[in-house]
């Protein structure tokens, strides 16, 4: 999950584009989302370039932009397709920097991946949940053989290259006895990060085997996780606790908390192969909803952003996330470390997108700023008055945040506006 970072004009930028390139996987993890992954269309020209001319023209981009590559396996397309597509990309977007990033389950890569990479300096993520006995449960390929020795090729070809890349773990109830040999896999496998996402209930995947562990099982191996990080010879950055060091170090009364983008419209704007739009959480797009349209509330082609500004539907849903985070800000003493949640899995886990605490939230958000305020009060001698008091200053700075302030003017203005509409 992101969180917005600090700029001049925080919450009317589009932080984060992610394209689908094809909805297609050529794996079958058993903890999937996604409901159309045997579907092998590719995104046509036409669509990434309706897209670009949409992002471009909406007024919302910045000097910067951030595309990920997402939402099926990106290299289950041709190599070509992302020559193509970076070319493409680039035409449009003169004078914004563009940064690319595929995630990827690393089965597929190979030298003639890790020269387009290295090229284009493409950030490069791998999908890996530790060691082959607990990666292979749930990664399996089509014919339910394990996946583990292609991913260790794939990720052999990109250290071989001089090619960084971060690696996300799915934990699972299958990782909570294991946090030792995980660990030793993670710190030897050379990733310049570790994330790990917990197994949510989101898309198809109704069930979690995590929805029956205790949460006490699932604190244990987090805190477990966190001590041989911190008494290792060679330090593992881990997302969660660096994330919680950020936070805790980014939030005061006079330094106003980060937002949370996936909670803004457009701070993430995913767009399918087809060319449907979404913004919110990406893992919202093409999920079966007839409530909320699928959560398509608009294509490329036909115009701009405007059109899903127009839309009752989505009008709506922003109005319900909204809510949920104003029900988060007034119950929830966390709500300074990540700005209300995460709309995917207050929808998936929850029914409700104006609900609050998800299982995300307990274990992803609070497990680790917990555990980082323990070992900092433990490490500063503060007292439990003192910690109190930090903890307090942090929800007071997230109740500073300034709202949305629209500073541009001209043809653009009207989706700054409609913004600022739904946003109040």
């Known amino acids: 999950m992101r969180n917005a970072q600090s700029s001049t004009e925080p919450e009317d930028a589009i932080d984060l584009l992610i394209l689908q390139p094809t909805p297609f996987c050529n794996i079958n993890c058993d903890y999937c989302y996604l409901p159309d992954r045997s579907n092998a269309k590719r995104m046509p020209e036409s669509v990434l370039d309706q897209t670009m001319d949409m992002v471009m ?36 977007a003169e004078g914004v920097t563009i940064t690319h990033s595929i995630q990827t389950n690393g089965t597929i890569i190979d030298q003639r991946w890790c020269d387009l990479f290295a090229k284009h300096g493409v950030s490069i993520g791998v ?43 799915v934990v699972t109830a299958d990782s909570l006895d294991h946090a030792d040999e995980i660990f030793d896999f993670f710190l030897k496998l050379g990733a310049f990060q570790i994330g790990f996402n917990i197994e949510e209930l989101e898309g198809i995947h109704s069930t979690s085997t995590l929805s029956s562990a205790a949460h006490e099982r699932v604190s244990a191996f987090f805190r477990r996780i966190y001590e041989l990080q911190q008494h290792a010879e060679t330090y593992l950055p881990i997302r969660e606790f660096d994330r919680a060091y950020q936070a805790i170090a980014n939030v005061s009364a006079t330094q106003p908390a980060r937002g949370n983008q996936q909670n803004l419209p457009f701070g993430i704007l995913s767009v399918d192969w087809d060319g449907s739009i979404s913004t919110f959480s990406p893992e919202l797009l093409g999920a079966a909803s007839d409530k909320y349209a ?32 104003q029900n988060c800000e007034r119950s929830c003493a966390y709500f300074a470390f990540c700005g209300g949640g995460a709309p995917a899995n207050k929808f998936y886990e929850n029914g409700d997108f104006s609900s609050t605490e998800t299982m995300y939230c307990r274990h992803s ?24 008091k930090a903890e307090t200053e942090a929800a007071h700075a997230m109740n500073l945040m300034e709202g949305l302030k629209v500073t541009h003017d001209g043809p653009r203005q009207r989706v700054k506006d409609k913004l600022v509409q739904i946003r109040f």
């Open 365 to 388: 958000i609070q497990l680790p700023v917990e555990i980082v305020l323990a070992d900092l009060e433990k490490q500063l001698g503060l007292s439990g008055a003192v910690k109190r």
């Open 127 to 169: 999908s890996v949940d530790g060691p082959a006995f607990i990666h292979d449960r749930h990664r399996k390929d089509r014919l339910a053989h394990g996946t583990h020795a292609k991913v260790m090729r794939g990720i052999e070809l990109l250290k071989s290259n001089a090619i960084p890349f971060h690696a996300i773990a």
């Open 57 to 92: 023209n909406s007024g919302l981009v910045n000097d910067h932009l951030s595309i990920v590559w997402h939402a099926g396996e990106p290299l289950a397309v041709p190599l070509a397709f992302y020559e193509d597509a970076f070319a493409r990309i680039a035409a449009r």
């Open 294 to 325: 699928n959560f398509a509330f608009a294509n490329v082609r036909s115009g701009d952003l405007a059109a899903c500004l127009d839309n009752p539907v989505f009008v709506g849903l922003a109005t319900e996330i909204e809510a949920g985070v």
